[in-house]
């Protein structure tokens, strides 16, 4: 069973991370650490001993990495009825009480990056919002406060 879900483009950035970490990251510490291991004692060698823990990070994270693409699925962009907001979706919405307007793309929970628009269909918004169309009024409680919101766009 699947723990992740992914967007088509969620799952591009991880194997370009992974190509990343695999063909540049770990050959140029291997380099590295060669250089170091050719200076001598390595007990005092700080840039050995930097190089190993570097090492030691990439190699977790590109563990990490090729575990959640054997443990995703890859759900496309198009899975929702058209018009209607899902993964993948982009959505803008008007706050009700002040009239702004943000837009947001719908994510999976590894995807999420709020700073940048994208919240995850898991969030207390994403769990709201999916399912609504242009023109459906949504109201978001978080912490104890309530957000109303009308859904402007669906995309």
Excluded: C
């Excluded at 799952?11 to 291997?30: G, H, R, T």
């Excluded at 990490?64 to 919405?93: C, F, K, W, Y």
Aim: no cysteine; net charge negative.
């Amino acid at each position: 069973m699947a723990d992740f879900v992914l967007t088509p483009s969620g799952k591009q950035k991880i194997v370009l991370e992974l190509e990343q970490l695999k063909a540049v990251e770990m050959p140029a510490l291997s380099e590295r650490i060669r250089q170091a291991r050719d200076l001598g004692d390595l007990s005092e060698n700080f840039d050995y001993q930097d190089s190993k823990r570097q090492q030691g990070f990439i190699q977790g994270r590109i563990a990490d990495l090729q575990a959640m693409l054997e443990r995703s699925i890859v759900v496309e962009d198009d899975h929702h009825a058209p018009g209607t907001i899902g993964l993948g979706a982009t959505v803008t919405l008007r706050d009700t009480d002040d009239e702004t307007e943000e837009s947001y793309t719908l994510v999976g929970d590894y995807e999420a990056d709020p700073d940048n628009q994208q919240i995850s269909v898991a969030s207390p918004l994403g769990k709201q919002l999916n399912g609504h169309r242009a023109g459906d009024s949504v109201a978001v409680t978080v912490n104890g406060f309530t957000t109303h919101y009308t859904v402007v766009t669906v995309s």
